[in-house]
């Protein structure tokens, strides 16, 4: 069995275990680039969940990566494993809403509304203009759309899947899709994955970043698992 998993720095147990973001950030691992560092990876929710279902995790989450990118990397992980989808299980988290993913130079660049991020030079107007006029409510409504298309592709294809949200959820989005219970509660603020592990009081191991640790971690795998099982989303080939 395959679990494969996608989303941003929390599905790629970012400062989990070590103090990088991404692989490249460890000096010995510069040709991994933005994959998960293995040390964090190790401890990550998709490992737990990977371990008690006895499955092989494959986890393409990238930290400060968009909604855009965890689609369009899972639609070619899904593209090249055909054969391989009635024994896969897909977790996807989603990211806030307004990140997006630009094309340049032969290569996707990730940027959010921080107006920290960097891009070539002939993307940076192009950055300013972006951040300065982000609008919020389009950008939540894209995504909602967007990710409303996946589920029901997914559907067709008759894949199973989960999905969460990471810290942004659609509960000012007025017209709401019956998910059934493919989403973790999409229209409550307090069922995204950072309202649910401070609720439970876990802390952030870097404040800044909005990271949790191994112990979080866990009972994120935890969580996700009984989920899983009280409302029989897997059913093992």
Partial sequence: ????????????????????????DDGA????????????????????????????????????????????????WIENNRNKLSDTFIVLQWTSWEREEWFYGSKFWQ????????????LEDKY????????????????????????????????????????????????????GKNYIEPYSREHSYNAILINNNFEYVNPKSFHFGADAHCYWGKYLLQYINDNNLLTLK
């Fill in 1 to 24: 069995m395959i679990l494969y998993v996608n989303g941003c720095s929390h599905s790629a147990a970012a400062e989990a275990a070590t103090t990088h973001g991404w692989a490249s």
């Fill in 29 to 76: 691992l510069l040709d991994m680039g933005t994959a998960p560092h293995p040390d964090n990876l190790a401890v990550s929710y998709g490992q737990h969940v990977a371990d008690a279902l006895d499955a092989d995790l494959i986890c393409e989450a990238s930290s400060g990566g968009s909604n855009d990118r965890t689609i369009r990397t899972t639609l070619k």
């Fill in 111 to 122: 940027v959010n509304a921080s107006g920290i991020d960097t891009v070539p030079i002939k």
């Fill in 128 to 179: 300013k203009h972006y951040v300065i006029n982000v609008d919020w409510n389009i950008k939540t409504s894209e995504a909602h759309a967007k990710i409303w298309e996946m589920h029901c592709y997914l559907k067709e294809l008759g894949v199973q899947h989960l999905f969460f949200s990471g810290h942004s959820t659609f509960s000012d989005i007025y017209n709401q899709h019956n998910w």
